[in-house]
């Protein structure tokens, strides 16, 4: 993806082309979140903030809407981002109908950034523009924030996407391989799991390497083709 901001900055940001919202799969804890943002990337308004842990989904989510809107959405991972001027990076982020800001823990060390960002969600929201934001942390635990900024991020709908449990990481690894046209038996679920780093970002990462071994060999994925791969970290 390549974004222009202010009609001179290009910015090259890699997103994941299958973080859509049709990709992300209804677990208890994460429907209110889902359903959510289904209707804001078709209302294309409304501010939402959410956090949690790495590896939740919160990237795939806000990745999800600025896909579904194409060019009326701006995705801006902060972490990455965070070397370059606040004011150059901004300027053309106050006028798209949706702005995404990912990671935004990224900028407690950095005050002209909190100012700038206050600014430019005043600005926002008194046009009526969407906002979603991501972080580690509620809006309230992220204590070293400017105030005024930290306010009006608690202003917002804000939803928690907890650690997944064995459980739901054992279906998303079925719901994403369904997507994928591969079928997992409970059996090869569980032996990923008990050998496999359990984290939906790893194990989408190890799924789409068994796709495209399973497709190469023309073969199912099973306990032996794993084994032959030797992908899992007791293998290698």
């Known amino acids: 993806m390549v974004a222009t901001v202010g009609g001179q900055l290009a910015l090259?940001?890699?997103?994941?082309?299958?973080?859509?919202l049709e990709n992300f799969q209804r677990r208890s804890t994460a429907i209110q979140a889902l359903d959510t943002l289904c209707t804001l990337a078709q209302s294309q308004a409304g501010e939402c903030y959410l956090w949690g842990p790495a590896s939740?989904?919160?990237?795939?989510l806000l990745q999800a809407v600025c896909h579904q809107m194409g060019n009326d959405a701006l995705y801006l991972p902060l972490d990455e981002l965070i070397d370059i001027p606040p004011e150059a990076l901004l300027e053309g982020a106050e006028t798209v109908p949706l702005l995404a800001l990912d990671n935004i823990q990224a900028v407690l060390p950095h005050p002209d950034w909190q100012a700038q960002l206050f600014h430019v969600f005043n600005r926002r929201r008194d046009a009526g523009h969407g906002q979603l934001f991501s972080a580690d942390r509620a809006p309230s635990e992220l204590t070293t924030l400017l105030p005024d900024l930290r306010s009006r991020l608690t202003s917002v709908t804000i939803f928690q996407l907890p650690k997944q449990s064995e459980q739901?990481?054992?279906d998303m690894l079925q719901f994403r391989a369904a997507r994928r046209g591969l079928l997992l038996s409970d059996e090869v679920v569980h032996y990923i799991l008990a050998r496999a780093e359990r984290s939906a970002v790893a194990l989408i990462e190890l799924l789409v390497r068994l796709d495209k071994a399973a497709l190469a060999s023309a073969r199912a994925v099973t306990i032996p083709l794993i084994n032959e791969l030797k992908l899992l970290s007791q293998d290698q």
């Open 12 to 20: 090259h940001i890699v997103t994941d082309d299958e973080a859509t």
């Open 168 to 170: 739901e990481l054992a």
């Open 56 to 60: 939740v989904g919160k990237s795939h």
